[in-house]
Structures are given as structure tokens and as C-alpha cells.
């Protein structure tokens, strides 16, 4: 069964750029969360989709997006880059009930110059 | 407010001894506790886990211990080996998962 795949892996983006990444799961799950890792900080939640719906949100600002599609599949959108943006993004899929576990993407490294 | 808490920053352990790595929380609506492991450019991978029901849980190496009174978990990995040098994530589930920011193991020979 293939993990979830995230793309792209490595980016690099100027400031005030908008950026997307996208996030599949894996097959036979319906929750995909969104997270992000700097040095330091640990993984902060971003938001998680369930059944194409935000089903819960991290503290981040407006500038911060995503969506799930109908096959589950989800993206996210940063837009106006900041510096600080900085960070490796990770997408998770589970099941979808409390208590499941979620697995982990390989990330996607975002650079913002 | 950091409702899941890693103090300890990093960790270093001899081959073959017994690696605790802790967790506390403040959240005491946390029923469901995992520990992922991450190794440098690769996303984190599922360790093991422990529901609020039980006090323990283990696979193979790894123990989980869960004491709710003081909302504190631990992994114990016996005997450490060197491939189990990364960083060890615990998290702590509610209505969305909530991660510490990580203790960086190392296991030297």
C-alpha cells in the first residue's frame, strides 16, 4: 500500500509569492492534516479535512489555506510569503476517527528568499 | 500554550542501555497518546501508542508508560541501539493532535 506522497519535496519561493502544495493520502483514508516543523517549534498544527470539510484549525493566520478534493486528496496554499514561512510542511492522512493513528508524509521543504 | 511538553531537548545514551525519553501534558482530555520518530529529511514515522484505558504498552523495544494523575508519559527503549538515533516525537490526541517539540536521541557505541 503506497504511503502518502506529498509534492513538491523541495521548493524555494520569493517573498510575497503565493505557493501550493499538495498531499496524497493513503488509499482507503478520508483525514488529512496539515502540519508545520521549524527548528525549535516541533510540529505545529496547521488544519485537518475530513470528507472535504475543515474539520479543525491550528493558530495561523488567513494567509494559511487548504482544501480536499472528493478523492481525498488535499493541497495547501500559503499566500504573501513571509521569511518566516520558512519551514518543512508535513501532510498526515488517517482513517479519520479519534484514536487513529495518522502517518506521515516525507514533507515538503519550503524556502522563502 | 504548549499543552504537550518535551523538556529535555536532547538525549545521549550508551549502546545497550535503556534510553527514557518524557512527556508531560496539561490537557487532561487527552485520551489517546502516540510517539513518532523522525530521522533528518524524512517525515516522522508511528513508534507506538497508548490509549488513557491502559498504563502500559509495549512492542518488542519499546514501552510506553502513561501516569494520568501526572499527566506524563515516557518511552523507554531497551537495549538502545544505535540506529535508534533521531528525534522522538510525543503527541497527545483530542479533538486534533497536538505534538511536543521533540528530544534528539543519540546512542553511541
Known amino acids: 500500500k503506497a504511503g502518502v506522497t506529498q509534492t513538491p519535496r523541495y521548493l524555494i519561493k520569493t517573498r510575497g509569492q503565493q505557493v501550493t502544495l499538495s498531499c496524497s493520502p493513503i488509499s482507503g483514508h478520508r483525514s488529512v492534516s496539515w502540519y508545520q516543523q521549524t527548528p525549535g517549534q516541533g510540529l505545529q498544527f496547521l488544519f485537518e479535512?475530513?470528507?472535504?470539510?475543515?474539520?479543525n484549525k491550528g493558530n495561523f493566520p488567513g494567509r494559511f489555506s487548504g482544501r480536499q478534493f472528493s478523492n481525498s486528496r488535499s493541497e495547501m496554499n500559503v499566500s504573501t510569503l513571509e521569511l518566516g514561512d520558512s519551514a518543512l510542511y508535513l501532510c498526515?492522512?488517517?482513517?479519520?476517527?479519534?484514536?487513529?493513528?495518522?502517518?506521515f508524509g516525507e514533507g515538503s521543504w519550503l524556502t522563502v528568499v | 500554550d504548549q499543552q504537550v511538553k518535551q523538556n529535555s531537548p536532547s538525549l545521549s545514551v550508551q549502546e545497550g542501555r535503556i534510553s527514557i525519553l518524557n512527556c508531560d501534558y496539561t490537557n487532561s482530555m487527552f485520551d489517546y497518546f502516540l510517539w513518532y520518530k523522525k530521522y533528518p529529511a524524512e517525515g516522522p514515522t508511528f513508534l507506538i501508542s497508548i490509549s488513557s484505558i491502559k498504563d502500559k504498552n509495549e512492542d518488542g523495544r519499546f514501552t510506553v508508560f502513561l501516569n494520568k494523575s501526572a499527566k506524563h508519559l515516557s518511552l523507554h527503549i531497551v537495549p538502545s541501539q544505535p540506529g535508534d538515533s533521531a528525534v522522538y516525537f510525543c503527541a497527545a490526541s483530542g479533538d486534533k493532535l497536538i505534538f511536543g517539540t521533540g528530544t534528539r536521541l543519540q546512542v553511541f557505541p
Open positions: 479535512y475530513f470528507s472535504e470539510t475543515q474539520r
Open positions: 498526515a492522512s488517517s482513517l479519520g476517527d479519534n484514536g487513529n493513528t495518522i502517518y
